[in-house]
């Protein structure tokens, strides 16, 4: 139905119940001039008079009358539709779609989904991980978290953090084979690679030298396309392994991992949050969206310091 339909049924639904048109253009916030073209373009439109008119009163037709019984209950029905859009896009309830990537980020993102249904229990959180990155606007995404350079093309993004990439060993594997001291040293360890799990290809581990970023081709003694695999072979002691600083700082602050070649740590990709335009979000996303930038753009648990990672460097060097 057009809009310029609904405005004169309105207008005519408003007359008949009120008896007047000048308050029927009071009730709807219009003038009595355009309630009265409003109800002109109605009656050219359905080819019939609504209303008997005199200077003084007017009174529906036999078809007027008909036509207020059929269209009042779906005019009824609309505006309970429209209230009830309203009211709920303010309530924090409903569904909440959510999409990541898997392993680095699930813990985090679990700690946020546990304290946000504590805050709202009427939220009902769906949340899909994986790594490639779909279509957000075809899947009807609310939140989503990915690991980048910069933001999608047609969504609002926020960087949430830098994500360290730290060469790491168990002190197990540091005892039978030593801490190389430069990439070029690396040939002679046992390293793990990660495949993409997209693309298939093998990951170059990332250094900074000389104030740019290079790649680093390294030889495997393992390669997976999973990050929990590639943790757990680091802290076996059997190879040693470039390990998101989210997923290593834990270990790292535990003494279960030494971190290597922290002078060399790349700082190129972050966490971003991506979401659509927060002028048309219901409520429940926006307080999501809230949290999540308020517990993760300042530096926490996930982000390891210089100086945490050169004491912990050191420690490991003595052990």
């Known amino acids: 139905m057009a809009i310029n339909e609904l405005r004169t049924i309105s207008v005519f639904v ?44 007017m009174a ?24 009830a859009i309203r009211h709920a896009r303010e309530d924090i309830a409903g569904p909440l779609r959510i999409v990541g990537p898997r392993a680095t980020f699930a813990p985090l993102l679990w700690r946020l989904l546990d304290e946000f249904c504590e805050r709202h229990p009427q939220v009902v959180p769906d949340v899909q991980l994986e790594d490639r990155v779909g279509n957000w606007v075809e899947d009807r995404v609310d939140v989503g978290f990915r690991l980048g350079l910069s ?20 002190p ?7 801490m190389p001291d430069s990439p070029a040293a690396l040939p002679d360890h046992r390293c793990v690679v990660y495949r993409h799990p997209v693309s298939g290809l093998l990951m170059p581990w990332r250094f900074q030298i000389d104030g740019e970023e290079r790649d680093q081709p390294v030889l495997p003694a393992l390669c997976t396309n999973d990050e929990m695999l590639e943790l757990q072979a680091v802290l076996s002691g059997r190879v040693i392994g470039q390990i998101a600083g989210v997923t290593a700082a834990p270990h790292i602050r535990a003494g279960r991992l030494v971190p290597l070649l922290v002078e060399l740590m790349p700082d190129r990709y972050s966490y971003f949050v991506y979401y659509g335009s927060r002028s048309a979000q219901p409520v429940r996303v926006r307080a999501f969206i809230d949290l999540a930038i308020e517990r993760l753009s300042a530096p926490g648990e996930h982000v390891l310091d210089a100086q945490e990672l050169r004491a912990a460097q050191a420690r490991g060097g003595r052990a």
């Open 14 to 57: 408003t007359t008949a119940e009120l008896g007047s048109l000048r308050k029927a253009a009071v009730a709807l916030g219009i003038s009595p001039q355009a309630a009265s073209q409003a109800l002109a373009q109605l009656e050219q439109h359905l080819g019939v008079r609504l209303f008997h008119r005199t200077t003084r009163s």
């Open 60 to 83: 529906l037709t036999d078809e007027g009358q008909r036509f207020l019984d059929e269209a009042r209950p779906s005019l009824a029905g609309l505006q309970r539709a429209v209230h």
């Open 151 to 170: 933001p999608h093309d047609g969504v609002i993004a926020r960087r949430l953090f830098q994500v360290q990439m730290v060469v790491c060993a168990a």
């Open 172 to 178: 197990a594997y540091l005892r039978r084979h030593g």
